[in-house]
């Protein structure tokens, strides 16, 4: 399974997915961090960006990527490689952002599970 829907609704099955067994990778950004990161509480009441009980809560079991969307191109040829691997894709981006995405990768060879 692959998760791109960075925070928000999904994040609860997608875990619970993972403790079924699925193998979920989770897809972020390097240039923005998901604001659950920086949720406590936090271990020793010292915040850190892997240290936050409430990203930990819903990601445990996750693997995760970070991918910089700001050359689109390389990371979406990286995200359709993924896919050709994966059963399941969830997004929850905002309207047209996959689109603009993806239009740069038009001269890509995609899957054909897309």
Sequence with gaps: ???SRGCGPGRIAQCKLA???ADVIRVETSKRVCPSRLVG???DKQPGINRAG???QYNQGKRSIALDLSS???AIELVYELIKH???VTENFA???MERLASATKSSAQSSRI
Aim: aromatic share 20%; proline share 14%.
């Design 86 to 88: 994966t059963d399941v």
């Design 1 to 3: 399974m692959l998760d």
């Design 54 to 56: 409430y990203f930990n």
């Design 19 to 21: 403790h079924f067994g």
């Design 72 to 74: 689109p191109k390389t």
């Design 41 to 43: 509480p936090f271990p």
């Design 95 to 97: 309207a047209g952002v």
